[in-house]
């Protein structure tokens, strides 16, 4: 049965939870995981994917979540799938590595160079580019005019780099902090101050994988 974007989230939330911990979360992780304001929200989220087939759980048991091995197997399909799709264009998308460089004394020319691929990034239909301005991201080495490259995900680690829409309605580039029924987006420029919402009022859109900045 089709899932509904926040029902997918959830789902989604709850196995990747399970594949880092080796145990299922609790409602409140799930809760502070999704960015949902309440546990009776995620009891009505968590009850339709059981309703539908996605979860099962134990009653009168902690952490008893358990996600049904029909939609692992078809995410594990579908991620065979991309990668096998990706494969073909994946020579096109490596440049030469040639070592490293120091910002003084030169280093030596390795002898068998590497190369870099972004066969990962190009070919991923989960990444976006975004174009930077302003600097409350200075002291993480994020300037004006850089470009970010964004993962889609709705479940960001607490201090990752994330862009975050605030009441529906400004998007930023902060780091994300949960705390308890709010969220913290801190910048890193020691003269701004952290941006503090209830957790209802924030949507992650993605996380930055990477900074690209251009001279010319």
Do not use: W
């Not at 959830?10 to 992780?29: A, K």
């Not at 002898?111 to 070919?123: I, N």
């Not at 080495?141 to 479940?155: M, N």
């Amino acid at each position: 049965m089709a899932l509904t974007p926040k029902q997918k989230t959830v789902l989604d939330f709850v196995v990747s939870f399970i594949e880092r911990s080796g145990y299922c979360p609790s409602f409140d992780e799930i809760a502070r995981g999704v960015g949902l304001g309440s546990l009776a929200t995620v009891h009505k989220h968590v009850t339709a994917l059981q309703q539908k087939g996605y979860l099962k759980r134990r009653y009168n048991e902690s952490r008893s979540l358990e996600v049904s091995a029909d939609y692992l197997r078809s995410e594990q399909e579908r991620l065979e799938k991309q990668t096998m799709e990706r494969a073909p264009v994946a020579a096109l998308m490596t440049i030469p590595l040639m070592g490293t460089i120091a910002a003084g004394v030169p280093v030596e020319a390795p002898e068998s160079p590497e190369t870099l691929d972004f066969a990962d990034f190009a070919g991923s239909p989960n990444l976006f580019a975004l174009r930077v301005r302003g600097d409350s991201m200075i002291e993480d080495h994020i300037c004006d005019g850089d470009f970010v490259l964004i993962e889609r995900t709705k479940t960001p680690r607490d201090g990752e780099i994330v862009v975050a829409l605030v009441d529906g309605s400004e998007t930023t580039l902060k780091r994300i902090y949960r705390e308890g029924e709010r969220i913290r987006l801190q910048p890193a420029n020691s003269t701004m101050e952290p941006i503090r919402v209830p957790a209802g009022q924030v949507e992650v859109q993605g996380r930055v994988l990477a900074v690209l900045r251009k001279y010319r």
